[in-house]
């Protein structure tokens, strides 16, 4: 058999006949790369004097690439504004049970708080046991069906219901995770709820990590964006509480854990109040910054008030624990890389010509610090959302070489696959599913924000299958950066790094953004998709 022969798209397109793409710059990739990993912009930590030497440098580029200014006041910035909370909770006490509960940190459980006041206290507030704490319409589920939980303390199950299901089939596509799985959306439905605090269980497995995860992600000083009124719609304590605690909390309530949980599981469960009272206050100490989004557009010669969109976060971990002496994390490939990308398509797009529709290009800040600065940008955006038509994020780029397969991130969920599958196919590429889905990596980087409220966005990973060694050679390389480099001071530029990959990646980014933007369709999520309501309201009322 003869092996399968990789091309850049614009090879691939020229051949056809088709309009040839420009080729992606190898040199720009490099440049940019180097140049933001360089230890004179000291990590890129938002917030710190190297992020205005990081953004002039960013906004420069999307000058020199032929961008306009996107950002607000028709500059090239938008303000984040930024405010770190360091929290320390007194013990969860739990009364009239069988017995006296005092949960500790970090043993037994973490709490914390989204509210930006110096003191909270809950006091003597009604548990619930609200299952999955799920609130799904378009698939026939309510775990707070028939229940006010207002001001009371409702306690949560990680992850879907059908999270133990082998097969990616079910009322919660079974083993993959959906967002109704994640912990972020359990605290806001709790909110929504009017809950005072919101206590999930935590179990490894389900949640995909163990608990000291929990803890080291969950103390110190936390960064959230500021918003006026200080975040008092959310719930007063969020946290977690471990699987042991958990048992001694609902044999308090005289119920029967194993059973409660069977139950959650099935549809039609009904919230079980537990006849129990929570107490827990919070001392915040508060510091207040700001951080920037970079923004350049590209308008359009038709409808230029309809947006492609390309995202990459622009910051990283600034100075961090010492290796063999340096102690700067300079974050190369991640993600310095994804900034490379977004100057070289930017480049590519201006080459080509100007397309239908406007393309935005957003660097955003604060990634590292739980995707804020993609966050900010979608609540507070610089065009309506609804007149974005889809788009791709961008973090981390291929530097291990050309490969026969993508990895799609997130898969069955809207439309724009069907984008990506073209693209791919035409480099002679297979699409192939992520490996791990029950871990819900769809969820955890900045296309997410966009697509929570409703925007279609596309996430992949670079694929292992490398033209150059196989998938033996891509795995062992991947496993390789994780290990050694990955959020280390190891992770800086290497002038031997093999860019044929991120330009085969790059080449298929640029192709799924110049068909969405001189075509006229608009890409929705399926109708399965936990993401559709909300983009078919946003488009209605457009």
């Given at each position: 058999m003869?092996?399968?022969?990789?091309?850049?798209?614009?090879?691939?397109?020229?051949?056809?006949?088709?309009?040839a793409a420009?080729?992606?710059?190898?040199?720009?990739?490099?440049?940019v790369?180097?140049?933001?990993?360089?230890?004179?912009?000291?990590?890129r930590?938002?917030?710190?004097?190297?992020?205005?030497?990081?953004?002039?440098y960013?906004?420069?580029?999307?000058?020199?690439?032929?961008?306009?200014?996107?950002?607000?006041?028709?500059?090239?910035?938008q303000?984040?504004p930024?405010?770190e909370?360091?929290?320390?909770?007194?013990?969860l006490?739990?009364?009239?049970g069988?017995?006296p509960?005092?949960?500790?940190?970090?043993?037994?459980?973490?709490i914390?708080?989204y509210?930006?006041q110096?003191?909270?206290a809950?006091?003597?507030?009604?548990?619930?046991?609200?299952?999955?704490g799920?609130?799904a319409p378009?698939?026939g589920?309510?775990?707070?069906?028939?229940i006010?939980?207002?001001?009371?303390t409702?306690?949560i199950?990680?992850n879907?219901?059908d999270w133990?299901?082998?097969?990616?089939?079910?009322p919660?596509?079974?083993?993959?995770?959906?967002?109704?799985?994640?912990?972020?959306?359990?605290?806001?439905?709790?909110?929504?709820q009017?809950a005072a605090?919101?206590?999930?269980?935590?179990e490894?497995?389900?949640?995909?990590?163990?608990?000291?995860?929990?803890?080291?992600?969950n103390?110190?000083?936390q960064?959230?964006f500021?918003?006026?009124?200080?975040?008092?719609?959310?719930?007063?304590?969020?946290g977690?509480?471990?699987?042991?605690?958990?048992?001694?909390l609902?044999?308090?309530?005289?119920?029967?854990?194993?059973?409660?949980?069977?139950?959650a599981?099935?549809?039609?469960?009904g919230?079980?109040?537990l006849?129990?009272?929570?107490?827990?206050?919070?001392?915040?100490?508060?510091r207040?910054?700001?951080?920037?989004?970079v923004?350049?557009v590209?308008?359009?010669?038709e409808?230029?008030?309809?947006?492609v969109v390309?995202?990459?976060?622009?910051d990283?971990l600034?100075?961090?624990?010492?290796?063999?002496?340096?102690?700067?994390c300079?974050?190369a490939v991640?993600?310095a890389?994804?900034i490379?990308?977004?100057?070289?398509?930017a480049?590519?797009?201006?080459?080509?010509?100007?397309?239908?529709r406007?393309?935005?290009?957003i660097?955003?800040?604060a990634e590292?610090?739980?995707t804020?600065?993609?966050e900010?940008?979608?609540?507070?955006?610089?065009?309506p959302?609804?007149q974005?038509?889809?788009?791709?994020?961008?973090?981390?780029?291929?530097?291990?070489?050309a490969t026969?397969?993508?990895?799609?991130?997130?898969?069955?969920?809207?439309?724009?696959?069907d984008y990506?599958?073209r693209?791919?196919?035409?480099?002679?590429?297979?699409?192939?599913?992520?490996?791990?889905?029950?871990?819900?990596y769809?969820?955890r980087?900045?296309?997410?924000?966009?697509a929570?409220?409703?925007?279609?966005m596309?996430?992949?990973?670079?694929?292992?299958?490398?033209v150059?060694?196989?998938?033996?050679?891509g795995?062992?390389?991947?496993e390789d950066?994780v290990a050694n480099r990955?959020?280390s001071?190891?992770d800086?530029?290497d002038p031997n790094?093999?860019?044929?990959?991120?330009?085969?990646?790059?080449?298929?980014?640029?192709?799924i953004?110049?068909e969405l933007a001189d075509?006229n369709?608009?890409?929705?999520?399926?109708?399965t998709?936990?993401f559709?309501?909300?983009?078919d309201q946003s488009r209605?009322?457009?």
């Open positions: 003869m092996p399968r022969l990789i091309l850049p798209l614009s090879l691939i397109l020229a051949a056809t006949g088709a309009s420009p080729e992606i710059s190898i040199e720009t990739l490099k440049d790369t180097k140049t933001l990993s360089d230890d004179s912009f000291e990590g930590a938002p917030a710190t004097p190297a992020e205005e030497k990081t953004i002039a960013i906004s420069d580029r999307f000058a020199k690439a032929g961008l306009k200014p996107g950002g607000t006041d028709g500059g090239w910035y303000a984040v930024l405010v909370l360091n929290a320390k909770a007194s013990p006490s739990i009364t009239g069988k017995m509960l005092s949960f500790t940190a970090p043993t037994d459980m973490i914390h708080s509210q930006v110096p003191h909270i809950v006091k003597d507030s009604d548990v619930v046991f609200v299952g999955y799920i609130n378009e698939r589920w309510n775990d707070y069906a028939g006010d939980v207002k001001g009371k409702v306690v199950l990680v879907d219901p133990k299901t082998k097969a990616l089939k079910g919660f596509e079974g083993r993959a995770m959906t967002y109704y799985g994640r912990w972020t959306y359990k605290y806001e439905e709790a909110a929504r009017g605090a919101a206590i999930i269980v935590h490894t497995e389900p949640a995909a990590y163990p608990f000291s995860v929990v803890v080291s992600s103390t110190g000083p960064l959230q500021d918003e006026p009124g200080g975040r008092m719609d959310q719930s007063k304590a969020i977690w509480i471990t699987n042991e605690a958990a048992h001694k609902f044999a308090a309530a005289g119920r029967s854990y194993d059973q409660l949980i069977a139950a599981g099935r549809k039609g469960f919230a079980v109040p006849g129990l009272k929570a107490s827990v206050t919070i001392d915040n100490s508060i207040r910054q700001s951080s920037r989004n923004i350049g590209l308008p359009g010669s409808r230029s008030d309809e947006y390309y995202s990459a976060h622009w990283h600034g100075r961090c624990a010492p290796v063999k002496g340096d102690d700067i300079n974050g991640d993600n890389s994804g490379a990308g977004l100057v070289a398509l480049e590519a797009f201006r080459k080509q010509g100007t397309p239908r406007s393309i935005l290009f660097a955003v800040t590292e610090s739980g804020i600065g993609s900010y940008y979608a609540a507070h955006p610089t065009v959302l609804r974005i038509v889809g788009g791709v994020n961008m973090d981390s780029l291929n530097v291990n070489g026969r397969d993508i990895v799609l991130v997130g898969g069955g969920k809207s439309e724009l696959e990506l599958a693209a791919a196919k035409a480099q002679g590429r297979a699409v192939k599913p992520e490996p791990t889905p029950e871990k819900g769809y969820f980087s900045d296309h997410f924000s966009f929570k409220l409703g925007v279609p596309l996430y992949t990973d670079p694929g292992e299958d490398l150059n060694g196989g998938v033996a050679r795995k062992a390389l991947s950066y990955y959020h001071p190891q800086e530029y790094w093999d860019w044929a990959g991120a330009v085969q990646d790059l080449d298929l980014w640029y192709a953004g110049r075509g369709a608009w890409p929705n999520w399926r109708p998709s936990e559709r309501v909300v983009r209605a009322a457009k």
